[in-house]
């Protein structure tokens, strides 16, 4: 199931008419479904799974630093 969402989450994220609130949201809410996952492959000793994720994960995680960094300096 999280894996259909996590598919999800990236399209959104793919999205760039979202706005930076939600985009943190939709990126935060990645994220964690990414570790449920990723801790999981692991676990079961599929690393090449594993690392799909990790990869995911990283490349929505620079837009999470700047949506962050925008909404401090707010």
Do not use: Q
Request: with cysteine.
């Amino acid at each position: 199931m999280d894996r259909w969402r996590v598919r999800a989450l990236d399209k959104l994220l793919a999205d760039p008419a979202l706005s930076e609130n939600r985009r943190c949201l939709a990126y935060r809410a990645l994220a964690v479904k990414c570790d449920v996952l990723i801790s999981g492959f692991a676990r079961r000793g599929k690393t090449g799974e594993a690392d799909r994720y990790r990869r995911l994960k990283e490349k929505h995680g620079g837009r999470e630093s700047v949506a962050r960094a925008a909404s401090e300096a707010s």
